[in-house]
C-alpha cells in the first residue's frame, strides 16, 4: 500500500485526471437510472453485498489476464472481468456496475500492484465502463432480452471504438511518459505483431480495436448465456 502511495503522488496529475473521469462515469450512471421506467428494489445492503461479490470474481479474472501475442504487444492482455461486471450492472444498473469495476481495480491493486505505472489499470476500468455502461443502461431502459442482445452490441462498439481512440488520444502517451518507454519503441513492438503498424493510428486500429472486440465479443456470448442460470444462486433471484 505504502507503494501504491508513493507512486500515486509522483504522478499527481494523472491521479487527478483518473479522479475527474472516474466521477464523471459515476454521475453519468447515476443520471442514466433517473429515467428507467422500471427500478429494482434492493436494500442497500443486498446491494453492497452483490457489488461485492462480483466485484471479488471480476478481481479473480482480472489477475488471471493473459496476452495474444499474435494480436497486440505482450502488455496488453486480455482478461474476462467484464462478465461478472455485467452480470452485477444487468441486475442493479448502471451504477453498479461502474463501483463493481471500480472495486476490481481497487483489489488488483492491493494483491498485485501495478506493472504499468497504473495506466493499464486505468485503462482497464475506462475501457470496461465504455462496454458496461452502454450495454446496462440500453437494457434497463427497455428490459427485454432483445434489449439486452442490442445493449451488448452498442456496449461492444462502444468498447471496440471509444476505447480504442481513448488508447490513442491519451493512454498511449502517458503510458509512453509515466513508464518511461518511447512511443516510438511501444509502436515498434506493435510492428513485429504486424508489419502494416507504422504510428499510434494503426497500432491502436490494428492491434488494440481487435484485442478490445474479441473481448468483448466473447464476453457478451457469456453473458447472454450464463445470466439466467446464475442469477438464483448468485442474485436470489
Known amino acids: 500500500m505504502t507503494k501504491l502511495l508513493t507512486q500515486a503522488k509522483e504522478n499527481l496529475s494523472f491521479v487527478l485526471m483518473c479522479i475527474v473521469i472516474v466521477a464523471a462515469l459515476s ?68 451504477s453498479a456496475s461502474v463501483a463493481c469495476e471500480g472495486v476490481k481495480i481497487f483489489l488488483k491493486l492491493l494483491l498485485k500492484g501495478t506493472s504499468t505505472a497504473f495506466v493499464g489499470d486505468f485503462a482497464n476500468f475506462v475501457v470496461g465502463c465504455s462496454f458496461a455502461l452502454p450495454a446496462t443502461i440500453w437494457y434497463h431502459a427497455h428490459k427485454s432480452k432483445h434489449s439486452a442482445i442490442i445493449g451488448l452490441i452498442l456496449g461492444t462498439l462502444s468498447m471496440s471504438i471509444l476505447g480504442s481512440a481513448f488508447n490513442a488520444v491519451y493512454l498511449l502517451p502517458k503510458f509512453a511518459e509515466l513508464y518511461g518507454m518511447p512511443l516510438d519503441t511501444i509502436i515498434a513492438l506493435g510492428a513485429q505483431v504486424n508489419g502494416a503498424v507504422s504510428n499510434v493510428s494503426t497500432f491502436v486500429m490494428i492491434c488494440v480495436a481487435p484485442l478490445n472486440l474479441l473481448k468483448s465479443s466473447v464476453v457478451s456470448v457469456l453473458t447472454m448465456l450464463l445470466y439466467k442460470r446464475v442469477a438464483r444462486p448468485l442474485f436470489g433471484k
Open 27 to 94: 454521475l453519468l450512471s447515476k443520471f442514466a437510472e433517473k429515467f428507467f421506467p422500471q427500478k429494482r428494489s434492493v436494500s442497500p445492503a443486498r446491494r453492497i453485498t452483490i457489488i461485492a461479490i462480483c466485484s471479488a470474481i471480476a478481481t479473480v479474472l482480472h489477475i488471471m489476464d493473459f496476452p495474444l501475442l499474435f494480436i497486440a504487444p505482450e502488455f496488453y492482455k486480455l482478461d474476462f472481468s467484464e462478465l461478472p461486471v455485467l452480470l452485477c450492472g444487468f441486475f442493479l444498473g448502471p
